[in-house]
């Protein structure tokens, strides 16, 4: 177990997390050209450049993969905030004094965003750089109309991409619902996917294929972590089984996005008796599991007859309001809220030189500041690195390419740089930098490319050393974590928040809510030193996969326990009517988990029958019931990963992650 380095935090860095987008850059650098024809076209010459690049932003929003009705709302917002981001731009030209004004609104309330979430943190990033490039491009030459005219017509134009939208939803949800079932695919994505379909209602036969999916998935994230410890014979036979049930499982998955028919699964009722034989007697927990795979196979192969029912419902997740939200994050202890001070003081000093000179190497610098300042030392390290060294690719590149071809054909060739910065963004981060930046060196109106490329590089360098001294001065955030101590602490927080919902009181919305409070808490600090831990040490994948399945597992289990927390508030007499079995089964195993929490975790061995798996996902369920059986399913798996995290000594490791 060895530090990183900087060539290998380069290499991890580098790594692809998804696949090019092809189509999405094909259709980004059409609509671009269609928008700068019509502003031609309407008379909006002096708005060409703005309009482009806005329709280039609103096709991003808009070819993100959600269902329409999560794009539509995203898209309006996007709209509203570019419209605001140039008039805010245009009257910040009046005086210095405004202008600050409007920096550090856009800069501290754009960047607090994070305290929501890291999708909700990205989101109000991306307004802040529709701000920054607004302050770049506004000039008095046009007047508040037209600048409002320059940021619509774009979302006009890009609404075209709407109509195959709307005729591809339906296989896009299918897409989703059944993303458990792809071998591929993490529990990550799981939980990913379920924060994107909650509140969007389903067809019921949709709904119950996603929750089998996500029991499956939990079932086969840890038959991987078990198979691994396992002797080879026996690893063998195991294996043997998983690799079935991940074919029928595949099988499942495309014959419900296709209405196929039901898969014949006889492979699996052999593949299973043959694991009986080989464990009979030594190994519940590895026929257990493999019973789990079996019969959830076979459940989810049952809604492929078409006979279920045809009812609407909806995935409930957690819902935190506003005020709670700032009251359990908005503190100067929160890392995110002192990344945006540290954030909007860096932004402000920088934009304050770019309102007096518009130069190239002061705009160049403070982009530097904006891409690299990140909310803890390491991350900013981790960025600097990276976009420092793929600066230097790039600039390689666009000096090569400035020998090769002609000066009139380097404009094609940006242009060729723009739609390959789009194919590759987010997906190839690395290779989008490079793209963006050759298209940055081979258009900049002032110098050789030669020129342009050197400055491009010492610029984002200088840029990159401001933003680590504001990282390393400015309310530091060099916190040391112990992981395995944190680990226990959110787990422990989260049997509160469960107890606290099992518990009809008098005050039963206002302790549900401060057991919320410290779940999401020590939630985000968790998150936080997992990170921490993937940043700092080299090999370490089986621990990694390890923790980051704990804490998914755990953020399933309190957005599980919110809706049926909202259930509860609304009739509290359901948990008596409907769910007595359950609740009393949930409350015990809770409480013989919590002992070894409490006292010496090396100690964790629970009782075979606490953790005998149940299978009875029932979609006749009521829903009160359907939460009750996936919140005990989850704490099992908890359970379970826990147990390997004592015998593999995952937990005994990271105890000061600086």
Same mark, same amino acid.
């Given at each position: 177990m060895e530090k990183k380095g900087v060539i290998s935090r380069f290499k991890i860095l580098a790594r692809p997390t998804g696949s090019p987008k092809w189509g999405h850059a094909i259709r980004a650098i059409i609509l671009m050209i269609l928008a700068g024809l019509i502003a031609h076209f309407l008379g909006f010459d002096r708005g060409i450049g703005v309009i482009m690049f806005v329709t280039l932003l609103a096709s991003i929003i808009i070819d993100i993969s959600l269902p329409i009705r999560k794009v539509a709302i995203l898209a309006i917002l996007g709209l509203f905030m570019t419209v605001l981001a @140039?008039?805010?731009?245009?009257? $910040?030209?009046?005086?210095?004094?405004? @202008?600050?004004? +409007?920096?550090?609104?856009?800069?501290?309330?754009?960047?607090?965003?994070?305290?929501?979430? $890291?999708?909700?943190?990205?989101?109000? +990033?991306? +307004?802040?750089?529709i701000y920054f490039v607004a302050v770049l491009m506004v000039n008095t030459g046009s007047n508040p109309v037209e600048w409002c005219i320059y =940021?619509?017509?774009?979302?006009?134009?890009?609404?075209?991409?709407?109509?195959?939208?709307?005729?591809?939803?339906?296989?896009?949800?299918?897409?989703?619902?059944?993303?458990g079932f792809n071998p591929q695919s993490s529990i990550q994505s799981v939980f990913i996917?379920?924060?994107?379909?909650?509140?969007? =209602?389903l067809k019921s036969n949709y709904y119950d294929i996603f929750k089998l999916g996500s029991y499956l998935k939990g079932l086969r994230t840890y038959s991987d972590l078990i198979a691994?410890?396992?002797?080879?014979?026996?690893?063998?036979? @195991?294996?043997n089984f998983l690799k079935a049930a991940d074919k029928f499982s595949l099988k499942v998955s495309n014959n419900f996005k296709s209405n196929g028919d039901m898969v014949d699964l006889k492979e699996i009722d052999d593949a299973l008796l043959e694991v009986e034989s080989c464990f009979s007697g030594n190994n519940n927990v590895i026929f257990e599991l493999s019973q789990g795979i079996k019969d959830i196979l076979n459940k989810s192969n049952k809604l492929l007859s078409g006979t279920s029912k045809k009812d609407v419902k909806k995935i409930e997740t957690s819902k935190i309001s506003f005020k709670e939200v700032l009251e359990a994050n908005f503190n100067i202890n929160n890392i995110y809220i002192r990344h945006t001070i540290r954030f909007t003081l860096a932004m402000t000093i920088a934009l304050i030189l770019v309102y007096f000179n518009?130069?190239?190497s002061v705009i160049w610098v403070t982009m530097g500041i904006l891409i690299i300042l990140k909310p803890d030392i390491t991350s900013t390290v981790n960025n600097l690195i990276s976009r420092v060294g793929f600066n230097l690719f790039a600039i390689i590149i666009a000096i090569i390419i400035s020998f090769i071809f002609p000066h009139y054909v380097l404009i094609w060739l940006a242009f060729i740089m723009l739609f390959l910065f789009r194919a590759f963004f987010p997906g190839y981060m690395g290779l989008s930098i490079m793209a963006i930046t050759v298209f940055i060196v081979l258009v900049w109106p002032t110098g050789t490319v030669f020129e342009n490329a050197i400055a491009r590089l010492v610029d984002i360098s200088i840029g990159g050393i401001i933003a680590f001294i504001f990282a390393y001065v400015i309310l530091p955030s060099r916190v040391t974590v112990?992981?395995?101590?944190?680990?226990?602490?959110?787990?422990?927080?989260?049997?509160?928040?469960?107890?606290?919902?099992?518990?009809? =009181?008098?005050?039963?919305? =206002?302790?549900?809510?401060?057991? +919320?409070?410290?779940?999401?808490?020590?939630?985000?600090?968790?998150?936080?030193?997992?990170?921490?831990?993937?940043?700092?040490f080299e090999d370490i994948n089986d621990d990694l996969k390890l923790y980051n399945g704990l804490m998914i597992l755990n953020k399933?289990?309190?957005?599980?326990?919110?809706?049926?927390? $909202?259930?509860?508030?609304?009739?509290?007499?359901?948990?008596?009517?409907?769910?007595?079995?359950?609740?009393?089964?949930?409350?015990?195993?809770?409480?013989?988990?919590?002992?070894?929490?409490?006292?010496?975790?090396?100690?964790?061995?629970?009782?075979?029958?606490?953790?005998?798996?149940?299978?009875?996902?029932?979609?006749?369920?009521?829903?009160?019931?359907?939460?009750?059986n996936w919140i005990t399913a989850d704490i099992q798996l908890i359970i379970k990963g826990m147990e390997i995290a004592v015998e593999t000594g995952a937990l005994s490791r990271y105890n000061k992650l600086d």
């Open positions: @140039f008039l805010s731009a245009y009257l $910040a030209l009046s005086s210095l004094e405004i @202008f600050i004004f +409007f920096t550090v609104i856009w800069a501290f309330f754009t960047t607090s965003l994070y305290i929501f979430g $890291a999708a909700e943190g990205s989101l109000g +990033f991306t +307004f802040f750089l =940021s619509v017509l774009p979302y006009l134009v890009v609404s075209i991409l709407f109509i195959p939208k709307i005729w591809l939803e339906k296989r896009k949800i299918r897409e989703m619902v059944t993303v996917t379920l924060k994107i379909l909650s509140g969007v =209602s691994s410890r396992l002797p080879l014979k026996s690893k063998e036979c @195991f294996n518009h130069e190239r112990n992981l395995p101590d944190q680990l226990i602490k959110t787990i422990k927080a989260n049997i509160n928040y469960a107890n606290q919902v099992l518990t009809i =009181s008098k005050n039963y919305d =206002s302790n549900i809510l401060k057991c +919320f409070k410290k779940y999401i808490g020590e939630d985000n600090n968790l998150e936080a030193g997992i990170k921490k831990l993937e940043d700092t399933k289990v309190a957005a599980d326990l919110t809706a049926a927390s $909202a259930i509860l508030s609304k009739d509290p007499e359901k948990l008596q009517q409907d769910s007595d079995i359950h609740v009393n089964k949930l409350k015990d195993m809770l409480h013989k988990f919590e002992v070894p929490l409490n006292g010496d975790i090396n100690q964790l061995k629970l009782n075979p029958d606490v953790l005998k798996m149940d299978h009875s996902y029932d979609p006749q369920n009521s829903e009160l019931e359907q939460l009750l």
